[in-house]
C-alpha cells in the first residue's frame, strides 16, 4: 500500500531523526538518491547539461548537494540562485567546490539544459510561483527532463492545489514518505513519475491518503468457497434505467455480473434491454422493496425524470442492506434521509454532481478534491467515491485516511463507464465489503478494466468493453 503524510507528521519524523543523526547527514541522504534518479534519467553524466533552479529552502540544498555529486561525475552544471542571500551556504560551497557554477544567463542555461532540477519550493509552499520561477520553469518543461525535489514547487503538498503557476516535472524524487499532493490531482499530473528514496523515516502512524497496490486489492476480493451458492455469493438489486435512458440499466448490470454477484435483481423500465443482453438477470417490475432478498442496493444510473423516480430511490434508502447511489439518484438526497440509515451507504458522485451536494460551482470541486470528497462524506454521513482524474474515497468518519485510486486511463471518460462501476462496487457490497473497501476495490478493478480495454498504446474504448475486460482485471490481481 501506498502510504501518503501530512507536512507537519512528516517533519515531525525528519526532527525525530535528525536528532539521532550527525549535523546534515538527513540532507545528503536525500542528496544522494536525488543524484541517483538524475544519473539514471540522463544515462551518460559526464558531459551533460544540468540545471538547478534553487529556492532559499531545503530543497535548494538538496538540490545544490545532489548538483555537486553530477558535477563530480563531469556533468556541467550550473545553479539559478532565484534568492542568492538565502541560498544554502553549504550546498553552495559544495557545488562550487565541485566545479558547478553559477548562472548569469538563467533562461539561456535553462534552454540548453538535458535535465532541470526543481528545488525552488519546499513542501511548507503555499501559493503559485513568483514571475521570474514560472518564467523559468516554463521554460525548463520546454527544453529538457525536469526532475522535482520532493514535489513540484508550486502544487500545495497537503491538498494536491494548485494556485497559480506550479513547475511540470517529468519525474518527483520524494524523500521518506509520499506527500498527499503527488498523489491528488490536480497536483499529482505535473509531478509526472514518482520516485521514493528512503532516508530513514519511521513510518509514521497518521497516514493522510493511502493508495491500493495489487496485493492490498488481491486480499479484500471476495472469493466463493466450496459450499457458495447464489444468495451466500450476493445478490444485488439495481434500480437504474428509463424510457430515455435504457442502456445505463444493462451497463450497471453488466458490472454486477462481472464483479462477482452470485445473482442481480433488476427493478425498472429497462426489463426488455437487460434480458436481452443478461438473460440471467431476476427482473421485477416493482417497487424495489417487493422485487425479493438482496443484500446490497444500486440505485441512479439513467434514472432521468421517471415518474416514481424519487419514491424507488426513498424506498431503497429504507431498505436494512448496503445501498450505491450514483447519478441521477444523488439529485434526491438530503443528509437527514441518509443519517437515518442503519446499514453503510456508498455515493458515487462525479465533480458536478458533487458541487450540486455541496451547493458550490464544479470548478472549486476540481480545483480542491481532497477537501470536497471529505466535506461531502463528513455533511451527509456516508462513503463518498468521487470519480475523476484521481478517483477518492472518504470515509465519514474523522481521521480515517482517503484513500486514491491509482489505476484508471483518461480513456474511461466515456459515456456509461459510471454505470458500469455502479454495478461493478455495488456486487462488491453484497459480497460483504464495507463501503469504503468496496468503493476502492472497485475503482481500482475499472480502472485496470480500462486500460487494459484501451490496450498497450491507448485506443477510445466504450463502456461495455470496459465491463467485458473485468473479468481479465480481476485475474491480473490475483495472479
Known sequence: MRT?????TVRAAEQELMARLPDGALMQRAAAGLAVACAELLGRVYGSRVVLLVGSGDNGGDALYAGARLARRGAG???VLLAPERAHAGGLAALRAAGGRIATDPLRAVERADLVLDGIVGIGGRGGLRPEAARLARAAWDHATVVAVDLPSGVDADTGEVHGDAVWADVTVTFGAYKP?????????RAGALRLVDIGLTPPESAEVTALQHADVAELLPRPAAESDKYRRGVVGVVAGSARYPGAAVLAVAGALRGGAGAVRYVGPATDAVLARFPETLVHAGPPGKAGRVQSWVVGPGLGDEPGALDDVLAVLDADVPVLVDADGLRFLTPDRLR???AGTLLTPHAGEAAALLARGREEVEAARLGSVREV????????????ST?????PAPGVPVRVNPTGTGWLAT??????????TGALLA?????????????YLHGLAGRLAAGPHGQPIAASEVAGALGEAWANVCS
Request: charged share 20%; net charge neutral.
Open 181 to 189: 499532493g503527488l498523489l491528488i490531482d490536480p497536483a499529482r499530473e
Open 77 to 79: 552544471v550550473s545553479a
Open 377 to 388: 462524506a463528513a455533511r451527509y454521513g456516508a462513503t463518498v467515491l468521487l470519480k475523476g
Open 415 to 424: 459515456a456509461g463507464s459510471g454505470d458500469v462501476l455502479s454495478g461493478l
Open 4 to 8: 501518503a503524510y501530512s507536512v507537519e
Open 431 to 443: 459480497a460483504g465489503l464495507a463501503p469504503r473497501d468496496a468503493g476502492s476495490v472497485g475503482a
Open 391 to 395: 478517483t477518492l474515497v472518504a470515509d
Open 340 to 342: 437515518r440509515r442503519a
